[in-house]
């Protein structure tokens, strides 16, 4: 998921260049809310049966086959549009006002072959937690077992809160509404 979504700044060029030409994106489900409008670009639901196509490229091979080698020209990081309204809706129960507004996130998937070098155990990310002066936020989806532990860190630690998105989309605005990100 984070592959696509760091990817995702390479459509736009793509589309320009190949118009008008119809581009089409399969990606997870988790991530089509969040995608939006991008000119150009049909986003499509994994599993379907394709339309006939021209050619066909893994997301993460665009910047090379765009032609983009180093820095010049590769589009600032892709910003998804979330409504304003849902931004304010996640304001208040992710700040404080009177502390520095972390958001944290200490692993990726757990079925991932090489999880154990991309992800830190909870209870080694918790010291973290003992920061003073900062009100750290959850934007992490609990793996087995780890609900337990989490609950158990809170009742230590007023300044930890945790929350349940809907989509991505309440992960995006939650993450506007902190200071930082650590993860």
Same mark, same amino acid.
């Given at each position: 998921? %984070?592959?696509?979504?760091?990817?995702?700044?390479?459509?736009?060029?793509?589309?320009?260049?190949? +118009?008008?030409? +119809?581009?089409?994106?399969? *990606?997870?489900?988790? !991530?089509?809310?969040? !995608?939006?409008? !991008?000119?150009?670009? *049909?986003?499509?639901?994994?599993?379907? *049966?394709?339309?006939?196509?021209?050619? #066909?490229?893994?997301?993460? =091979?665009?910047?090379?086959?765009?032609?983009?080698?180093? &820095?010049?020209?590769?589009?600032?990081? #892709?910003?998804?549009? !979330?409504?304003?309204?849902?931004?304010?809706?996640?304001?208040?129960?992710?700040?404080?006002?009177?502390?520095?507004?972390?958001?944290?996130?200490?692993?990726?998937? #757990?079925?991932?072959?090489?999880?154990?070098?991309?992800?830190?155990?909870? /209870?080694?990310?918790?010291?973290?937690?003992? +920061?003073? %002066?900062?009100?750290?936020?959850?934007?992490?989806?609990?793996?087995?077992? &780890? /609900? &337990?532990?989490?609950?158990?860190?809170?009742?230590?630690?007023?300044?930890?809160?945790?929350?349940?998105?809907?989509?991505?989309?309440? *992960?995006?605005?939650?993450?506007?509404?902190?200071?930082?990100?650590? =993860?």
């Amino acid at each position: 998921l %984070g592959d696509d979504i760091q990817f995702m700044r390479f459509l736009p060029l793509l589309a320009t260049l190949l +118009a008008p030409a +119809a581009i089409l994106l399969i *990606t997870h489900g988790a !991530i089509r809310p969040l !995608i939006g409008d !991008i000119p150009g670009v *049909t986003v499509l639901p994994s599993g379907i *049966t394709l339309p006939v196509y021209d050619c #066909w490229v893994p997301l993460m =091979s665009l910047p090379l086959r765009l032609g983009l080698v180093d &820095e010049i020209g590769i589009p600032p990081p #892709w910003c998804p549009k !979330i409504e304003p309204e849902r931004i304010e809706k996640w304001r208040w129960p992710v700040q404080s006002p009177f502390k520095l507004n972390v958001g944290i996130c200490w692993a990726g998937n #757990w079925q991932h072959k090489n999880d154990a070098h991309r992800s830190i155990p909870l /209870a080694k990310f918790a010291t973290l937690f003992e +920061a003073s %002066g900062v009100n750290f936020c959850s934007l992490q989806q609990m793996r087995p077992g &780890e /609900a &337990e532990l989490f609950a158990g860190l809170q009742k230590g630690n007023s300044n930890l809160r945790a929350f349940s998105f809907d989509d991505f989309r309440d *992960t995006a605005a939650a993450i506007r509404n902190l200071d930082v990100v650590v =993860s």
